[in-house]
């Protein structure tokens, strides 16, 4: 019963490809982001979804695009890996309109660029 | 701009020791105060937060922080450190309703058994 998931845990690819990686929460939050962790494990939004709506967009190329068909849904498809995207990348959850509301992280995906 | 600022990045300690990690934050009005733990190939998980009443806020596996306003601080407590504590703390702040969070740069915690 896994509150929020993504898919895949790990993606290994090559510069230049596109790559997708999907977040889903089954606790019935309205909101959802997604996170980049980097190499010194700094952890910084990227976007931000209010029952499918963009909310946040934090100056991330746009090469990234995310995409929600519904509110339990988040996925993040990024175009022309460049060597700079290799991070781990968490999706969570919140209930909507309040920022003092716990967010729910996934586990992570750990996306390396060759 | 809005900013949160951990000082420690690296603490050992050995078990039993007492623990102190400082958070500070620069936010302009109300704040919203959080304090993450990520174990060793795990995901973040909640250990406590603070947005309103008594500053002294208890969370899970012992842990605790103190709000003070005027000094811009939530910095997290343990007074006995255990082995499984190691781990990476975040402490987060937000604001508004949009839930935007911002972390502080994370502590890498070591317990010696």
């Known amino acids: 019963d896994t509150a929020v998931s993504q898919t895949p845990k790990y993606l290994v690819t090559q510069m230049g490809n596109d790559k997708s990686i999907k977040c889903e929460q089954n606790?019935?939050?309205?909101?959802m982001y997604w996170y980049k962790q980097d190499s010194k494990k700094f952890l910084k939004i990227m976007f931000s979804y209010n029952n499918k709506e963009l909310i946040i967009n934090e100056t991330v190329p746009n090469r990234f695009s995310p995409k929600s068909p519904d509110k339990a849904h988040l996925n993040l498809h990024i175009n022309s890996l460049e060597l700079g995207d290799s991070a781990v990348y968490f999706c969570?959850?919140?209930?909507?309109?309040?920022?003092?509301?716990?967010?729910?992280f996934g586990p992570g995906t750990r996306l390396t660029v060759t | 701009a809005q900013s949160v600022s951990q000082h420690n990045h690296h603490v050992i300690l050995s078990e039993a020791a007492s623990l102190e990690l400082g958070c500070n934050y620069s936010?302009?009005?109300?704040?919203?105060l959080f304090w993450y733990v990520q174990y060793p190939g795990q995901h973040l998980q909640l250990l406590l937060k603070?947005?309103?009443?008594?500053?002294l806020v208890k969370g899970i596996k012992g842990f605790e922080a103190e709000f003070i306003k005027s000094k811009f601080s939530f910095n997290l407590r343990k007074p006995s450190v255990q082995w499984s504590d190691t781990a990476e703390y975040f402490c987060?702040?937000?604001?508004?309703?949009?839930?935007?969070?911002?972390f502080g740069q994370g502590t890498t915690l070591q317990v010696k058994p």
């Open positions: 936010y302009g009005g109300t704040v919203n």
């Open positions: 606790l019935g939050h309205d909101t």
């Open positions: 603070y947005f309103s009443g008594d500053p």
């Open positions: 969570a959850s919140s209930q909507a309109g309040t920022s003092w509301k716990e967010q729910y």
């Open positions: 987060a702040a937000s604001s508004g309703n949009t839930g935007k969070l911002i």
